[in-house]
């Protein structure tokens, strides 16, 4: 299998920073990642696939980029509905999740 | 819209099995294919497998290969999965999720609300 390393696993910050978490795939995947959102007791919401392309409906302060083995989701000015866990996943091979990120507030 | 709901909360022992089912509505069943993944408590997501509900084949996580059966319904535009032999590490929210792209791999587009198996003695 794929393993999929994201990091930081938690990261403390306040309502307006800019953030990055980082996801690194085992082997090459090309550009076959997304990201997802989740609240506790709720299901994951798609942010990103494809790396870099935003779901409809999902506000523009998220952004994805990378290729290959590294990845990146960018939350542009954090709004405080932004505070959850993020997971990363790559789809080249069946799929696999990275561990998860949790953005808390600072 | 696009909707996938699933079956309550349940509780079993060990040894035992369990069904959850994953009734989609909003969009053509046959169309996408259907994926099953578990989340243990505070832990991270574990794909389970998927089901194309045109053709009714499957695929199982080789993790999970003998324990788990896929089918589906077309009749309801539902989905069901059983997993036999539980123990506590069984214990998860288990989800459908709807494919995005047609086959797999796949992103994960919809979601179900998640259903709660706790296997406890």
């Known amino acids: 299998d794929i393993q999929m390393t994201q990091s930081p696993s938690t990261l403390s910050a306040s309502v307006g920073d800019r953030v990055s978490i980082t996801c690194r795939a085992s082997?090459?995947?090309?550009?076959?990642v997304a990201w997802y959102q989740q609240k506790p007791g709720t299901a994951p919401k798609l942010l990103i696939y494809?790396?870099?392309t935003l779901e409809s409906g999902v506000p523009s302060r998220f952004s994805g980029s990378g290729f290959g083995t590294e990845f990146t989701l960018t939350i542009n000015s954090l709004q405080p509905d932004d505070f959850a866990t993020y997971y990363c996943?790559?789809?080249?091979?069946?799929?696999?999740f990275g561990g998860g990120t949790k953005v808390e507030i600072k | 819209q696009v909707h996938l709901v699933q079956s309550g909360a349940d509780l079993k022992k060990p040894g035992a099995s369990v069904k959850v089912s994953c009734k989609t509505s909003?969009?053509?069943?046959?169309?996408?294919?259907l994926h099953w993944v578990r989340q243990a408590p505070g832990q991270g997501f574990e794909r389970l497998g998927w089901?194309?509900?045109?053709?009714?084949?499957?695929n199982s996580a080789p993790s999970f290969e003998g324990r788990v059966t896929m089918t589906r319904d077309t009749s309801i535009d539902t989905v069901y999965i059983e997993l036999s032999g539980l123990t506590s590490a069984d214990t998860a929210v288990y989800y459908c999720?709807?494919?995005?792209?047609?086959?797999?791999?796949?992103?994960?587009?919809?979601w179900g609300q998640g259903s709660l198996v706790t296997v406890s003695s």
């Open positions: 999720a709807r494919g995005r792209e047609k086959g797999s791999p796949a992103y994960l587009d919809y």
């Open positions: 909003g969009y053509s069943f046959t169309a996408y294919y």
């Open positions: 089901i194309n509900p045109n053709s009714g084949v499957t």
């Open positions: 082997q090459s995947i090309s550009a076959w």
């Open positions: 494809k790396a870099s």
């Open positions: 996943q790559q789809y080249k091979t069946y799929f696999t």
